[in-house]
């Protein structure tokens, strides 16, 4: 599978202006509420249209502006899992699934108990979406995608109806269905660990423009820009300025930072992951007292928010193990505690 997507369109407060190319992968957008990931998503089904550019599926022009082309939903060969499931309420369970099926009534029949077979749905053929549970209505949704033998998925915040567990085992669900597409599919959300799981490439996006855009592992490690730190789950962020080949100045924090590397003469912001704060019994090299200002139960672990003793630093949040926690609380309470800031930890932010 091959996208090529080079589009312009002009919005309400900005104008999306997106340029990428993906071949066999899962291709995340990731980004904040009213972003252009969802318009994105529509351009390429052809539900929208863009002002300008194009847009080639394997080859095939969907969209040119240039030479007057723009082929209907469906003729584009892409299906699309909506956000709200967009299921046809006067149509039942074996209908929908029957309406984007392909090939003769007995292949599309075929196809049908397949889906039904494979989705849990056997004795719902009859039910209309309304006599249905969330869940059940995202299986006829994912049912109605796979039986349209399409090209490319479309995937609009495919869980944020869900609760937590049928989420989770929808996302399996999910996991087979991309692996019988090789894999072929652009996926929305503002979840940074779903995407984090499904996509091997990630976008992050920011009034209709890509900010970043790389594997997921490197945009995880190194988000480059503020929004994409913020948006890849960074809790811990500060204005900060360079001191020196390898030193900084967190100035939120009130914290002197050495890095692993250089420090970049634009640096702007840096960042550390709540979970890469290390207890340490002293002071040593990028280790400093804290204060413990307040202290967060949440499911398996602990928030604890600390600023540099003797200062009014912003808090930094330090996520820790429950056990742990309670095994050293009873010295942290009036001494304050020594954590390490690891150097190759840090995000150097420019932007």
């Not at 312009?8 to 509420?33: P, Q, T, W």
């Not at 990630?202 to 490197?218: H, K, L, W, Y």
């Not at 929004?227 to 939120?252: D, I, P, Q």
């Not at 139960?297 to 009014?312: C, K, N, P, W």
């Amino acid at each position: 599978m091959e996208l090529d997507v080079s589009i312009r369109k002009s919005l309400r407060d900005y104008e999306l202006n997106v340029d990428f190319v993906i071949r066999d992968e899962v291709f995340a957008l990731l980004g904040a509420s009213g972003c252009g990931k969802s318009m994105t998503l529509k351009c390429i089904a052809g539900i929208e249209r863009p002002d300008a550019g194009r847009i080639l599926l394997n080859g095939r022009t969907l969209f040119d502006s240039a030479a007057g082309i723009n082929l209907p939903p469906q003729q584009r060969r892409v299906g699309y899992l909506f956000q709200n499931y967009a299921l046809f309420p006067n149509m039942t369970v074996a209908e929908n699934i029957l309406f984007g099926a392909v090939g003769n009534e007995a292949a599309k029949k075929a196809k049908m108990q397949d889906s039904l077979e494979r989705f849990d749905l056997k004795g719902l053929e009859k039910a209309y979406p309304s006599e249905l549970s969330g869940g059940q209505q995202q299986r006829v949704a994912f049912a109605r995608v796979l039986s349209s033998a399409a090209e490319l998925l479309l995937l609009d915040e495919p869980f944020s109806a869900l609760d937590s567990f049928l989420k989770w085992q929808m996302e399996l669900e999910l996991m087979d269905l991309l692996h019988s597409y090789d894999d072929a599919a652009v996926l929305v959300s503002h979840d940074r660990n779903e995407v984090y799981r499904l996509a091997s490439r990630i976008a992050v996006m920011n009034r209709g423009r890509f900010e970043a855009m790389s594997g997921r592992q490197e945009l995880f490690h190194q988000p480059q820009t503020l929004a994409a730190t913020l948006l890849t789950g960074c809790k811990n962020v500060s204005r900060a300025r360079c001191e020196g080949e390898r030193a900084l100045w967190a100035e939120e924090w009130e914290l002197p930072l050495m890095a692993a590397g250089n420090v970049p003469q634009g640096l702007k912001y840096v960042g550390l992951r709540a979970h890469f704060l290390a207890y340490r019994p002293g002071p040593g090299a990028n280790t400093f007292l804290m204060e413990v200002v307040r202290v967060i139960e949440d499911t398996f672990s602990y928030l604890v928010m600390v600023r540099r003793a003797g200062t009014r630093g912003k808090p930094i949040r330090w996520e820790v193990d429950k056990d742990f926690w309670q095994s050293v609380q009873g010295a942290v309470q009036g001494q304050g505690i020594y954590l390490y800031f690891p150097p190759e930890q840090l995000i150097l932010l420019e932007r």
